[in-house]
């Protein structure tokens, strides 16, 4: 049907286009009807009719211990039932829904990490080149590491003496 095409492209609100789906998926159970006359909220009744449903289940699912989002099953041509073998594997399917879009959340906040890490470690780099030449400017080049005055003293000491012994 056209309405069905016209899904992907609205911008709906479940809570508000299906209120009674809602409310159900808040309460953790499955919203699920045989015929539409079983609805018992005439705006989600409305609205399941304007996409053509003749029977459907809609299953709720969480993300972090959050509802965050859910998945609808319907069918266009007639009435069935929904019996707890049926709803069971729906919420199976839900479930395996909810652990993809967990894991792609938990690959995206990965990678950002690593691009942070990285980000890190270019501006750690920078930093230490910069005080690398800073310390060279202060200190000049030597071949001493140390410039404490007790090694400074013992390079003048050196310098005095070593002339005489050649």
């Known amino acids: 049907r056209n309405d069905l095409a016209a899904v992907s492209t609205d911008v709906f609100s479940l809570k508000t286009s299906f209120p009674w789906a809602w409310a159900r998926m ?5 919203a699920s ?18 996409f053509g ?9 969480k993300i972090d211990g959050q509802v965050a989002g859910c998945v609808a ?18 919420q199976l399917v839900s479930s395996v829904v909810a ?14 990490a690593m691009a ?8 750690l780099a920078a930093e230490n080149s910069y005080l690398r030449s800073e310390v060279l400017h202060v ?3 030597s071949p001493v590491i140390g410039q404490s005055p007790a ?14 012994d050649s």
Do not use: C, M
Request: charged content about 30%.
């Open 99 to 112: 652990a993809a879009i967990s894991r792609q959340r938990a690959d995206n906040a990965l990678r950002e």
């Open 73 to 90: 099953y319907a069918t266009a041509s007639e009435a069935r039932s929904w019996p707890p073998e049926i709803v069971s594997r729906l």
């Open 116 to 123: 942070e890490v990285k980000r890190l470690g270019e501006r």
């Open 139 to 141: 200190l000049g080049t």
């Open 151 to 164: 090694i400074l003293e013992a390079l003048e000491l050196v310098s005095q003496v070593a002339p005489t």
């Open 33 to 50: 009807y045989s015929r539409i006359t079983d609805i018992p909220d005439e705006v989600t009744r409305a609205n399941v009719s304007r």
């Open 26 to 30: 808040l309460d953790h159970r499955v």
């Open 53 to 61: 449903a003749k029977a459907g289940a809609t299953i709720g699912f």
